[in-house]
């Protein structure tokens, strides 16, 4: 059973579309975070949530965390070919957590 | 500041063999966590070190386990090795309350 379960698992578009991948979860956490990785490459940080109804913005990149702080999304605007990569969710169970349990991942293609 | 690093890269090994990973933290930071990413799969967790101690376990056979050393660096061995043992195995490293981690690159185990 996955704690937190993305959607979708796989997407691919033009480049200039929008785009919103989810990570939902029946279980409240008290931090959300969001990963970019590459092939061949560790997952690198993007964001972190704490508050729920939180948003937070990274040039064409929008984050949000739930309310009820049981699932986040990730809005890309303009998607451009660099933002080809896997996006992986991540949350903390409760404050002070150290171990993060990792959503399966949204592998993202942007075509040219 | 030097990121994680992790060696070797890659490695090959036979079935019933034994691996050896390992993994330095940044600088400063006393924690280091081990996760299995096998392919098209999220990231799993393994273990968590932090002042030298084992804080916590993830659900893998016992024929999985590790060291951290004086100096905050770490040892992922496996025994045993089964085909299914195959997969990147990354280490991330925090200080304190964990916001997010910072992930090495890996190294890509393959057994045959």
């Known amino acids: 059973t996955q704690l937190l379960e993305q959607s979708p698992q796989f997407l691919s578009i033009q480049e200039g579309e929008n785009l919103t991948v989810y990570c939902n979860s029946s279980?409240?956490?008290?931090?959300l975070q969001w990963y970019r990785q590459e092939p061949g490459e560790g997952p690198v940080l993007l964001v972190t949530?704490?508050?729920?109804?939180e948003v937070k913005k990274l040039k064409r990149l929008t984050f949000q965390f739930g309310d009820a702080r049981k699932d986040s999304s990730l809005h890309i605007t303009a998607a451009q070919p660099g933002d080809t990569g896997l996006y992986l969710c991540?949350?903390?169970?409760?404050?002070?957590?150290?171990?993060?349990?990792f959503g399966q991942g949204t592998r993202l293609t942007i075509n040219p | 500041e030097a990121g994680v690093t992790q060696s070797p890269t890659h490695l090959i090994k036979t079935r019933g063999q034994q691996a050896t990973l390992r993994c330095s933290p940044i600088?400063?930071?006393?924690?280091v966590y081990w996760y299995q990413q096998a392919l098209g799969l999220g990231l799993q967790f393994l273990l968590w070190?932090?002042?030298?101690?084992?804080?916590n376990r993830g659900n893998f056979p016992p024929r999985f386990s590790g060291r951290q050393f004086p100096n905050y660096s770490s040892e992922l061995n496996v025994n045993a090795l089964e085909l299914e043992d195959s997969a990147l195995y990354l280490c991330?490293?925090?200080?304190?309350?964990?916001?997010?981690?910072?992930f090495g690159s890996g190294t890509r185990l393959t057994v045959v």
């Open positions: 991330a490293s925090s200080f304190g309350r964990v916001i997010g981690y910072t």
């Open positions: 279980s409240v956490f008290s931090s």
């Open positions: 949530v704490v508050t729920g109804g």
């Open positions: 991540a949350g903390a169970r409760r404050e002070g957590a150290q171990k993060l349990v």
């Open positions: 600088s400063g930071h006393t924690s």
């Open positions: 070190y932090d002042e030298g101690e084992e804080r």
